[in-house]
């Protein structure tokens, strides 16, 4: 650039799209970013983090299950689309998600969950508790505008009196700066890379801010597939593996821009998204169901028992929704206790957390439970059953 000084940057909430690329150096204005073996990266990497959950909905949610959806709230609730299936936003069920009252934020963060119509039977996602220590490896997926097909280098005027005054001109390499512009289309895609030190108090407006950590968009050191967010991505999830465990550890919601810039990810820029541990409790108290309500219709009752019936002993791919109460790949007796512990109850909202925790602890069976068992077991033998709530 023409001028010594540090880049001015501004932090602007974003719909974004992951620029994901093979690690590597811009040599010349041929060189072209490259996503090989996994198509674009647009299909869930062998080691899956849980790229099915991340959906789209013009940008981007994250479901985390029992039907419930997270996303930025400066975007909609809205209808989404996973797996090429379009489930319905559920009417009324949007909620803004709070910051923490002694930190000086604004009252509301840049969090929204929102309920869908239907089960889309997907794996519900853990949200982290513990933070992540500084340079860890994470995983960013988001439903945005495809990148160009080739990088581009720009020659930069800088006025750092009058932001309106930075002028771009595309040059031959290496040139002030170098990264891509946006491309026609969009769809979710997946990218790595590392978190930097320290924790971000970010505000978007005076009724918005949110805690969050931060990626930054490097062409030299970078990761496998480094990622960026841009224009299409808000919503977007970040992913990190605690030993052999994917977590949820983030939303994507804003990023740094340089003044006047074009509509381009250019290296050297950060990405900030919200760090999850902060606010799981407040989505945990929100989302976690009645135990035994596989229907998620907030009550615990016959309906919910031929379901578990239906796949009973059964662990190939089996969730919540077919009678896996206590989530761990199986449909057995202690699914029946959870059940059983909750027979008759309702709820007046799927997000009955103190409820469904005493659900899931019950330190042995009641005379309900002890019952549904035998019947559970009666009902599975009957043939028609299993195609009935097949798994799907």
């Not at 930075?166 to 040059?171: E, G, I, Q, S």
């Not at 959870?338 to 019950?362: D, P």
């Amino acid at each position: 650039m023409h001028d010594t000084r540090p880049p001015t940057r501004t932090v602007l909430a974003l719909a974004i799209s992951l620029i994901a690329l093979f690690t590597g150096i811009l040599t010349d204005k041929a060189w072209a970013v490259m996503v090989a073996n996994t198509l674009d990266n647009t299909t869930a990497p062998e080691d899956d983090f849980g790229f099915a959950n991340v959906g789209d909905k013009g940008t981007t949610g994250v479901y985390l299950g029992y039907r419930w959806v997270l996303t930025a709230a400066h975007t909609a609730a809205a209808d989404i689309k996973f797996n090429g299936t379009v489930y319905e936003y559920e009417t009324g069920t949007d909620i803004r998600l709070k910051n923490p009252a002694d930190l000086g934020l604004s009252e509301y963060t840049d969090l929204r969950l929102f309920r869908i119509t239907e089960d889309p039977f997907l794996p519900s996602l853990k949200i982290a508790e513990d933070r992540m220590n500084v340079w860890a490896d994470v995983v960013m997926a988001g439903n945005g505008v495809n990148r160009s097909d080739t990088a581009r280098a720009w020659k930069v005027t800088a006025d750092y009196d009058n932001e309106e005054n930075w002028t771009w001109t595309v040059t031959d390499p290496p040139g002030d700066l170098q990264g891509f512009t946006m491309g026609s289309g969009r769809a979710v895609r997946w990218g790595t890379n590392r978190v930097e030190p320290g924790m971000f108090a970010i505000q978007l407006s005076a009724t918005n801010s949110f805690l969050g950590f931060m990626t930054r968009f490097d062409q030299y050191g970078a990761t496998a597939y480094e990622a960026q967010a841009a224009s299409g991505d808000s919503g977007g999830g970040v992913f990190h593996k605690r030993g052999d465990q994917w977590e949820l550890v983030g939303i994507m919601n804003a990023v740094s821009t340089y003044p006047s810039q074009p509509s381009s990810a250019i290296f050297g820029l950060e990405t900030y998204s919200t760090d999850l541990t902060v606010y799981r409790d407040q989505i945990l108290e929100i989302i976690t169901p009645l135990g035994g309500d596989a229907n998620l219709d907030g009550a615990v009752n016959a309906v919910d028992a031929s379901i578990m019936a239906a796949h009973w002993l059964r662990s190939d791919g089996v969730l919540w929704g077919h009678g896996d109460f206590n989530e761990d790949g199986i449909i057995d007796e202690a699914d029946a206790i959870i059940l059983g512990g909750n027979w008759g109850k309702t709820s007046a909202s799927a997000g009955a957390a103190g409820e469904a925790a005493t659900a899931r602890a019950v330190p042995e069976a009641s005379l309900a439970a002890v019952f549904l068992i035998g019947c559970l077991a009666l009902l599975a033998r009957r043939t028609g059953r299993y195609e009935q709530y097949a798994v799907r």
